[in-house]
T-cell receptor
């Protein structure tokens, strides 16, 4: 597609439920990144996919968080047993090759855990 | 840990004035990037300056980089109400193994008409 697409735009879930967030990057971009941003804060790195290499999961805050990228394209971020502190905007970005080419961001998914 | 930190945290100016935001970082870099964010959603890439460049222009934007001081500044000239947004600098830890950009907490710019 022309840009990075994220769905859903907004998600309200009950504490303890699992959620899946989807990211569709720009076609041909090999690098894909997930970040989250709490209200009024900066961006917290979560995970980085580069081509067919093993992802860099060093930013995932707990084992309740996982992500996959199928066929080098679409990515899904899964949060199990959601907690209130998981409430944030989850941002996905892709890059042609790597960070030195700049990121194109999606519009994000605003997750609210009640 | 923060790689880029912006200063000031918030800036309020009148339309037509210039806005200057600063960014400091800690490690050696290949380049430094600036992004804009409207309404707490997706960020938009504004400009990238390489470590061997000292100044770069794009429209009303002027970015400088001083690698000896590990700092960069973003100047927006003749600001408009539409420039109201948060501005983030980002770079990478090129001495480490991570391949992601690290973002600062941003400068919130308000341009009053």
């Amino acid at each position: 597609g022309a840009g990075v697409s994220q769905s859903p735009s907004n998600k309200v879930t009950e504490k303890g439920k699992d959620v899946e967030l989807r990211c569709d990057p720009i076609s041909g971009h090999t690098a894909l990144y997930w970040y989250r941003q709490s209200l009024g804060q900066g961006l917290e790195f979560l995970i980085y996919f580069q081509g067919n290499s093993a992802p860099d999961k060093s930013g995932l805050p707990s084992d309740r968080f996982s992500a996959e990228r199928t066929g080098g394209s679409v990515s899904t971020l899964t949060i199990q047993r959601t907690q209130q502190e998981d409430s944030a905007v989850y941002l996905c970005a892709s890059s042609l090759f790597d960070r030195d080419y700049g990121y194109t961001f999606g519009s994000g998914t605003r997750l609210t855990v009640v | 840990s923060q790689q880029g930190e912006e200063d000031p945290q918030a800036l309020s100016i009148q339309e037509g004035e210039n806005a200057t935001m600063n960014c400091s970082y800690k490690t050696s870099i290949n380049n430094l990037q600036w992004y804009r964010q409207n309404s707490g959603r997706g960020l938009v890439h504004l400009i990238l300056i390489r470590s061997n460049e000292r100044e770069k222009h794009s429209g009303r934007l002027r970015v400088t980089l001083d690698t000896s001081k590990k700092s960069s500044s973003l100047l927006i000239t003749a600001s408009r109400a539409a420039d109201t947004a948060s501005y983030f600098c980002a770079t990478g830890n090129y001495g480490g193994s991570q391949g992601n950009l690290i973002f600062g907490k941003g400068t919130k710019l308000s341009v009053k008409p």
